[in-house]
């Protein structure tokens, strides 16, 4: 049977830049006088892309109806939304759209209003993610979000009255934030009952406006054990709360309520990512965009949007497969690793990392511990199997 095929679309644009952030995205200013250029703004963004989305589609004509779409950024909700819609109705023209497709925008909650939910919802749009990231003021402004947090409320209310179904994304350790601030935004986010919810450790990323700060001592260093703690009481909560984790950092309100599109990336599936920098994978094969909206607008323009390509050996796919799978709570089938990975699993169930009875019945799942600590597990996983 053939894998399912999604489609991403990275829109790398922001109003501003939030001081922790790294992401593929630019400001007006970063732009500059290119932000001009066919393809390069947000006016003229959305025909670029569905002039990729015909590259695809001469390349993967038979892939099979299209089961779930991504809109991912930098802040797509700064586009039209019709223009939203218009991408997602060439996906559909070009391969269709399976019945159940599942199709997600990421939205920054002061950049959506009733009217523009309406109009995704009306266009396909089935789901939206809304960068909450924390309720509490003095958390927000060490991370430069400029959002009033009271819009996170009613950019959900607006969203499910238009029938859209809503994930919250919230991030944990930021400097200086403490343990009741953090339970405060998770009670915060579970009041508002979202069908999904995130929750992300910060990384401090090199090169950041945050990361200098760090280095100059204006913001403490967050540690392993304060991520460890909030991570804990993220999982606490949400589940009294009902909610089932599914991945390490990914939680819902039932099965249904999962992100799709984000479980096919764990489970190695096939997609097309289309947009600057935008990374994609179809059939072991892996390659990614030119990174510049510039740039790739005018490779695009020339057929070649691409920047460079790998085929996985059979080995990368393997250790890829353990990586990613070990990251579900359905977890990873232990026929997937070698002998000496399959002999790892008990000194993992040993030292409270695994689960014993799921290893038993040949699946490697993680234990709260083992999720806190999941590099170690894979790290032991794949070494023992390479030894
Ligand atoms: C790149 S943003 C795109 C969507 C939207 N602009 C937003 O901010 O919600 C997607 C998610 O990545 C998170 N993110 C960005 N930089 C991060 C970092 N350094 N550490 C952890 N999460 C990060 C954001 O907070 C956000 O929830
Ligand atoms: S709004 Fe989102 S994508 Fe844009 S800079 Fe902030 S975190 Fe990054």
Known sequence: MRPPFGIYLHVPFCTVRCGYCDFNTYTATELGPVGGAKGASVATFVDAAIGELDLAHATLPDAPPVSTVFVGGGTPTLLPPEDLVRFLAAVRDRWGLADDVEVTTEANPDSVTEESLRVLADGGFTRVSIGMQSAVPQVLATLDRTHDPANVARALAAARAAGLAVSLDLIYGTPGESLEQWRTSLETALALEPDHLSAYALTVEDGTKMAARVR???????????????????????????????????WARTPTDRCRHNEAYWRSHDWWGIGPGAHSHVDGARWWNRKHPATWAKGLADG???AEREELTPEQRSDEAILLGVRLREGLPTDLLTADGRQAVAGLVADGLVDGRAAIGGRVVLTRRGRLLADTVVHRLIASGRA
Not at 217 to 242: F, V
Request: proline residues 8%.
């Open 304 to 306: 070649h949007p691409e």
């Open 216 to 250: 100059r001592g204006e913001l403490p260093m967050p540690t392993g054990d304060d991520e460890a703690d909030k991570y804990e009481l993220a999982d606490e909560l949400l589940a009294g709360a009902g909610y089932g984790w599914y991945e390490i950092s990914n």
